[in-house]
Structures are given as C-alpha cells and as structure tokens.
C-alpha cells in the first residue's frame, strides 16, 4: 500500500492550500481516510477524516470551518482544502488510510500512512 502526499508549500497567512492523496495498493473506496499534521517538536494530530463514501466527515476543532476534506473514488485520491491559513496551521501533513470503512480521531484507526507534505505558512 502506498499513499502519497502532495500539495505542501509556502502560503502568506490567510491564503490557501489544497492537498492531494494518492493511494494504491488498497480497495479505496472501501477504506476511511484521515488527515494529521505534526510540527515540529509536537505529537501528530489528527486534522480531518472522511468515510469511505465520503458521506461522514470530521474536523477538529482547531481547522473547522477552514478546512475541507473530500475524495474522488475514481481516481483514488483524498483532498484537504485549506482557507484562512494560519501560521499555527504551519506543518507536516499526513494521509493515512482506516483500517475500515468509517475513520476516527484516533492514529490507532489508521492502518496505512503516507510521508507528509510540508505546510509553511508566513504571517
């Protein structure tokens, strides 16, 4: 299974980022998927999740409102779309793919991670 990030950057606070995940290797649309990010010198977080059929999400508290987690079944790809970027958003973002069909806050739901994509945001 691989999962691939993309999409990180460099971004002015207040601008806009939108993040790919390409998967293989799996039944796609059978799994949950699952946003985290970690800066530096801090645990990893859990950022966003969606359900296999994308009919479920969830966000923390921290990027509601701003943030947008949605996927394309046909393509195999996960998508977080970033408004209102702030410096404390500043990152390195993870996809990470359930162990079943409905996703959770928890890094124990995740049975599969990619390896990042750096968020830089400037104030």
């Known amino acids: 299974v691989q999962l691939q990030a993309s999409g990180g950057g460099l971004v002015q606070a207040g601008g806009s980022l939108r993040l790919s995940c390409s998967a293989s290797?799996?039944?796609?649309?059978?799994?949950?998927m699952g946003w985290f990010r970690q800066a530096l010198g801090t645990e990893r977080e859990f950022v966003a999740s969606?359900?296999?059929?994308?009919?479920?999400?969830d966000y923390a508290d921290s990027v509601k409102g701003r943030f947008t987690v949605s996927r394309d079944n046909a393509k195999n790809t996960v998508y977080l779309q970033m408004n209102s970027l702030k410096p404390e958003d500043a990152a390195v973002y993870y996809c990470?793919?359930?162990?079943?069909?409905?996703?959770?806050?928890?890094?124990?739901?995740?049975?599969?991670w990619g390896r990042g994509t750096q968020v830089t945001v400037s104030s």
């Open positions: 290797g799996l039944m796609f649309s059978n799994n949950g």
């Open positions: 990470a793919a359930a162990r079943g069909a409905w996703a959770a806050r928890g890094r124990g739901a995740y049975a599969y």
């Open positions: 969606i359900s296999w059929n994308g009919g479920s999400t």
